[in-house]
C-alpha cells in the first residue's frame, strides 16, 4: 500500500522555536506565545504571537486582544482567529492583530474562546517548501500537491517569520488556491510586512488550512460522491475501489483510547446496504442507519492506526 504523506518539507532543519512568553490557558492544553510586535508601513501597531494546542482534541480558537479607544475612552476587546481554522492536536497556528493609532493596547493577546470540531484531518497534502526567504521580498514559496482522491477547496499556506535570534517577527498568509484537484501541484507564497522584511531570516512550522473540509470523492471517469466524514482523527489513503464498491482509508485518532468516526453517504435506493469492516474483519453489532437519503455509520477506532473499509458504497452487485 502506497502511504500518502501529508507534508514534505525540504528544510535545511525543521525548527519550531518559540522564544517568547507562553500563557497556559484551558489546562495545559492550548497555550498562545507572544512575539516580537512592530509598526507596519501604514503606521499600525502590528501584535503577533502563535497558539497551539497540547491536547488531543481538534479546536477553532479565537485569540482576544483588550485595547483603549482614545477618542471616547472606552476599553473593549478585539477578537481574531487564528490563520488556521482549525488547530488540531499536536499543531500550532500563528495570529496577527492590526492597531490604528486610535487605539492603546492593554495587556497581552490571550485565548478568547475555543470550541471543540469533529473535522478530520486529511493526509492528503505533499507540501514542499524552504524555510529560507527567498528574492528580494523575502517571501515563503513553494508548492502543494493533492496526493489523494478528494477535492480540496480554498487553501492557503501560513507560517511564522524570525529573525536570527530565533524570536517571531511576523505572521504571514498566502494567496488562497481556489481549488486543488486530485493529482495536481499548485506554487503558493507569502510575503513579511516590508516593515520586518530586512530581519527574515527563516519561516517556522508553516502550515496549510482548506477553508472547508472535503465533501467531494473522485471516482474517475467523471464521476464523483458526495459523502460526509466527522471525527477528531487523523484520515489516510482515502480512496474509493470500483473492483470492491468500497471507500477505505486509514484512521488515527487523536483520542489515545480510541474514538468514533462518523460517515455519511447518500442512500441510493431502499435495497442498498453497507458492510464495514475494521483491518479487514467484518464488524459485529454495526452501527448503521438509514433515513431513505443518507447513510449514516458510526465506527468505533482503536487506538493507532487501523484500516476502514466501508462496502457497498454505489449498491454494486
Known amino acids: 500500500m502506497n502511504q500518502i504523506i501529508i507534508i514534505l518539507i525540504t528544510f535545511s532543519f525543521t525548527l519550531c522555536i518559540f522564544q517568547f ?3 497556559p490557558l484551558y489546562g495545559e492544553d492550548i497555550r498562545i506565545s507572544s512575539g516580537s510586535n512592530f509598526i507596519d508601513s501604514s503606521g499600525k501597531l502590528n ?10 482534541t481538534s479546536q477553532q480558537v479565537t485569540v482576544g486582544l483588550n485595547v483603549h479607544n482614545k477618542i471616547d475612552g472606552s476599553n ?31 495587556g497581552k493577546p490571550y485565548i478568547l474562546a475555543i470550541d471543540n470540531t469533529n473535522e478530520p484531518f486529511y493526509n492528503v497534502i505533499v507540501q514542499n517548501y524552504s524555510n529560507f526567504p527567498v528574492g528580494q521580498n523575502r517571501e515563503l514559496v513553494g508548492t502543494l500537491k493533492n496526493t489523494g482522491q478528494v477535492i480540496l477547496h480554498d487553501i492557503s499556506v501560513y507560517a511564522s517569520v524570525h529573525n536570527k535570534n530565533g524570536t517571531q517577527i511576523d505572521s504571514i498568509k498566502s494567496n488562497i488556491i481556489p481549488i486543488l484537484n486530485p493529482g495536481e501541484v499548485k506554487p503558493f507564497s507569502a510575503r513579511p510586512d ?23 470523492l473522485d471516482l474517475g471517469n467523471g464521476k464523483f460522491l458526495t459523502y460526509g466524514l466527522e471525527s477528531v482523527a487523523k484520515i489516510s489513503n482515502f ?23 462518523t460517515f455519511r453517504i447518500p442512500q441510493l435506493n431502499n435495497n442498498q446496504n453497507i458492510t464495514i469492516y475494521l483491518d479487514n474483519l467484518g464488524l459485529k453489532d454495526q452501527q448503521i442507519t438509514k433515513n431513505g437519503k443518507t447513510i449514516v455509520a458510526n465506527i468505533f477506532v482503536p487506538p493507532n492506526e487501523h484500516t476502514v473499509r466501508i462496502s457497498g458504497i454505489l449498491n454494486r452487485s
Open 194 to 216: 516590508y516593515a520586518v522584511l530586512k530581519d527574515a531570516n527563516y519561516f517556522s512550522c508553516a502550515g496549510f488550512d482548506p477553508n472547508a473540509p472535503p465533501n467531494t
Open 239 to 261: 480512496s474509493y475501489d470500483k473492483s470492491t464498491d468500497s471507500i477505505s482509508f486509514i484512521a488515527d485518532h487523536y483520542n489515545p483510547l480510541g474514538g468514533i468516526v
Open 76 to 106: 473593549t476587546a478585539l477578537r481574531d482567529p487564528t490563520f488556521s481554522k482549525i488547530i488540531y492536536p499536536g499543531k500550532e497556528s500563528p495570529f496577527k492583530f492590526k492597531i490604528n493609532r486610535d487605539y492603546d493596547v492593554l
Open 47 to 56: 501584535i503577533i504571537g502563535v497558539v497551539t494546542n497540547y491536547g488531543t
Open 21 to 23: 512568553y507562553f500563557i
